[in-house]
């Protein structure tokens, strides 16, 4: 059976992704760099697309560590539902989270959302629940080569919490955090430590959930 391909964003989040009936693709946070490397994979060789990782909340009431599956990808003017079935599956192998789970839109964006008026902005024009900056990337991709598709991400900075501009910069190409770009912005502009620190807290939540949804879809991600 051909694997699922899991499309993420860090590297943290393709090592989490990675394992039987899995292949994992990241690219640091960058659409364009992973659209190349999605277009390197021609054919496709996988049986479904799964966006899975961390997420920005734009809901209010959404906290770090909850769970969305996604219902659709909302970017750019376009709506891409995801594929019925398999958010079905997903959402019940994932249903003992009980309040922490949602089943709703995801916001696709180019860059970051990085204040809170501007997640307002977003939710207000797309609905969305939560944003990210690869499921419409792989939503399209999906869509392209007629393969059922799925997002399931983890809020990590919840709606009424902005995050500091030099953190959306802070990755190398692999997904990998750059602790020296981290170190010299804090240098710069010590006030910043403060906002890191929270993002610090609302990420260590966001993987503990998403550390514990791994082994409660399995293998292939849940895709049936």
């Given at each position: 059976?051909?694997?699922?391909?899991?499309?993420?964003?860090?590297?943290?989040?393709?090592?989490?992704?990675?394992?039987?009936?899995?292949?994992?693709?990241?690219?640091?946070?960058?659409?364009?760099?992973l659209?190349a490397?999605?277009?390197?994979?021609?054919?496709?060789?996988?049986?479904a697309?799964?966006?899975?990782?961390?997420?920005?909340?734009?809901a209010?009431?959404?906290?770090?560590?909850?769970?969305?599956?996604?219902?659709?990808?909302?970017?750019?003017?376009?709506?891409?539902?995801?594929?019925p079935?398999?958010?079905?599956a997903?959402?019940?192998?994932?249903?003992?989270?009980?309040?922490?789970?949602?089943?709703?839109?995801?916001a696709?964006?180019?860059?970051?959302?990085?204040t809170?008026?501007?997640?307002?902005?977003?939710?207000?024009?797309?609905?969305?629940?939560?944003?990210?900056?690869?499921?419409?990337?792989?939503?399209?991709?999906?869509?392209?080569?007629?393969?059922?598709?799925?997002?399931?991400?983890?809020?990590?900075?919840?709606?009424?919490?902005?995050?500091?501009?030099?953190?959306?910069?802070?990755?190398?190409p692999?997904?990998?955090?750059?602790?020296?770009?981290?170190?010299?912005?804090?240098?710069?502009?010590?006030?910043?430590?403060?906002?890191?620190?929270?993002?610090a807290?609302?990420?260590?939540r966001?993987?503990?959930?998403?550390?514990?949804?791994?082994?409660?879809?399995?293998?292939?991600?849940?895709?049936?």
């Open positions: 059976m051909r694997p699922v391909l899991a499309v993420t964003g860090l590297a943290k989040e393709a090592r989490l992704a990675s394992g039987p009936g899995v292949v994992a693709i990241g690219a640091g946070g960058d659409p364009q760099r659209r490397l999605l277009e390197g994979r021609d054919p496709p060789v996988c049986r697309v799964v966006s899975i990782g961390i997420a920005g909340g734009l209010p009431g959404l906290a770090a560590g909850d769970v969305v599956v996604a219902s659709a990808i909302v970017a750019g003017g376009e709506r891409h539902p995801a594929d079935a398999v958010a079905e997903v959402m019940a192998r994932l249903a003992c989270l009980g309040a922490r789970l949602h089943h709703a839109a995801i696709g964006v180019e860059t970051a959302i990085l809170v008026a501007d997640k307002a902005g977003l939710q207000a024009r797309t609905g969305a629940v939560a944003v990210d900056m690869e499921s419409h990337v792989a939503a399209a991709f999906a869509a392209r080569h007629g393969l059922p598709f799925a997002a399931i991400r983890v809020i990590c900075d919840p709606a009424g919490r902005a995050i500091p501009a030099f953190a959306a910069q802070a990755l190398k692999d997904g990998e955090p750059d602790i020296p770009a981290v170190l010299a912005a804090l240098f710069r502009d010590p006030r910043q430590i403060g906002p890191l620190a929270h993002l807290r609302d990420s260590g966001a993987f503990a959930a998403l550390k514990r949804c791994r082994p409660l879809l399995g293998p292939g991600l849940g895709v049936p």
